[in-house]
Every structure is written in structure tokens, then in C-alpha cells.
């Protein structure tokens, strides 16, 4: 069983505040990891995909994989009030797997 | 010029009915899904189709048939609702199955 770990959260910071969200996986196959936001009684949204190990940076936010660790992460630099969401990782497995997603962490930004 | 788009936007039904939602897709992807998600906003897959073929079919009660007449078009008949089916559904595409998915903007079931 493919499993996909987040903190629920909330996770609370200050506008302006460096924001952290955590996903660890089980498949140690896994190929390929996204980071979708989700609005309340929204559609998720892409935000950024990773598939090596080091950082993607794109504007203010930048992936973080580590494979040998299991472990992805979602940094959010200069924290807005308009990023407070629910912010799903997702895990693509080795061969011919659909996507696995976490259960979610809620970011609240507060002004 | 709606990328994924599904109808109805909102269901409410009774349990025993039979319903059906609908999807396209004018991104001219290949590859289609439904997904569930529940109160507690859990994401889980349902169904893949692939160029029409159905390719990936989570454990899902038979009473779910999913239906592709083309590969813009992928329609979720549920029969007999439950309760239990009360949730949100989504429908996505991708270029390929191995690619990114993007969303449409759901449909929200409630069975009573």
C-alpha cells in the first residue's frame, strides 16, 4: 500500500514569514512528486513538480526532494494571507501508477 | 475557454436514485480520471481512462461506471446511491498518464 504522510496542520505564520510543508511517502520506487493548493470548496491547483533530488525554485516557492530520505517539502518564502489553503503533496510511483495524494496540510498566513 | 470542465456543479439526490456527472476536457489530452473526495478532503483515485481505454480502476463498488465516448469525454454513472457516496468529485486530464494532471472544478454530491 502506496502511502502518502502530511501534517494536517493548521499551520499558522506571520505575513511576510517563511512557510515549511512537510510529505514523506512509502514507495521508495517513487518517480515523481507534486505540490497542488487547494482553496476551500475549490479545485486543487499545480503549483510545482519535482522529480530529482535537490531544490526547484519557482518565484516564491521552491520543492525539496530527498529519495534517500523519502522526504519532500514545499517552501513558501515571503508568506501572503492569499496562500492560506490546503497544500496537497502527491506521489507519481515507479512504471505505470497514477498519482497518490497526501491527506493535506491547511496553511493559515495571518496579516 | 474552460480548460476541464464537469456538470452538474451541484447534486442532490436521494438514496436508491441512479445519477450521472459528466466531463471534458478541451486540452486535447489522452488521459482522463475521476477521483473522490471526502469530508475529511481526502483525494483517492477512481478511475483512468487512456484514449478511451480504461487503464486504471481503483477498488471501487460496481455500482461506479465510468464511460468514455471520446477521449475529451469522461462521464461517471453511479447507481443505487448510498449515503456514503456523498462527496466531491473531481474530474482531471494529462497529456500522458505519467504527466501532470490538472483539475476540474468538481461536483458536489449529497445522497440523503
Known amino acids: 500500500q502506496k502511502e502518502v504522510e502530511q501534517n494536517s496542520g493548521p499551520l499558522s505564520v506571520p505575513e511576510g514569514a517563511i512557510a515549511s510543508l512537510n510529505c514523506t511517502y512509502s514507495?521508495?520506487?517513487?518517480?515523481?512528486f507534486f505540490w497542488y493548493r487547494q482553496y476551500s470548496g475549490k479545485s486543487p491547483e499545480l503549483i510545482m513538480f519535482i522529480y530529482s533530488n535537490g531544490d526547484k525554485e519557482d518565484g516564491r516557492f521552491t520543492a525539496q526532494l530527498n529519495k534517500a530520505s523519502q522526504y519532500v517539502s514545499l517552501l513558501i518564502r515571503d508568506s501572503q494571507p492569499s496562500d492560506s489553503a490546503t497544500y496537497l503533496c502527491?506521489?507519481?510511483?515507479?512504471?505505470?501508477?497514477?498519482?497518490?495524494f497526501g491527506k493535506g496540510t491547511m496553511l493559515l498566513v495571518s496579516p | 475557454d474552460t480548460a476541464v470542465s464537469q456538470t452538474p456543479k451541484y447534486l442532490v439526490t436521494q438514496m436508491g436514485n441512479d445519477k450521472s456527472i459528466k466531463c471534458e476536457q478541451n486540452?486535447?489530452?489522452?488521459?482522463m480520471y475521476w477521483y473522490k473526495q471526502d469530508s475529511k478532503k481526502f483525494l483517492k483515485i477512481m478511475f483512468s481512462y487512456n484514449n478511451k481505454e480504461l487503464i486504471i480502476n481503483e477498488t471501487v463498488p460496481n455500482r461506479f461506471s465510468p464511460k468514455s465516448p471520446d477521449k475529451a469525454h469522461l462521464n461517471l454513472h453511479i447507481n443505487s446511491l448510498e449515503l456514503g457516496d456523498s462527496a466531491v468529485y473531481f474530474c482531471?486530464?494529462?497529456?500522458?498518464?505519467?504527466?501532470?494532471?490538472?483539475f476540474g472544478p468538481g461536483t458536489r454530491l449529497l445522497v440523503l
Open positions: 486540452l486535447g489530452h489522452d488521459t
Open positions: 502527491a506521489v507519481r510511483g515507479s512504471g505505470y501508477s497514477t498519482l497518490t
Open positions: 514507495d521508495r520506487g517513487s518517480q515523481s
Open positions: 482531471a486530464s494529462s497529456p500522458m498518464l505519467q504527466e501532470t494532471q490538472y
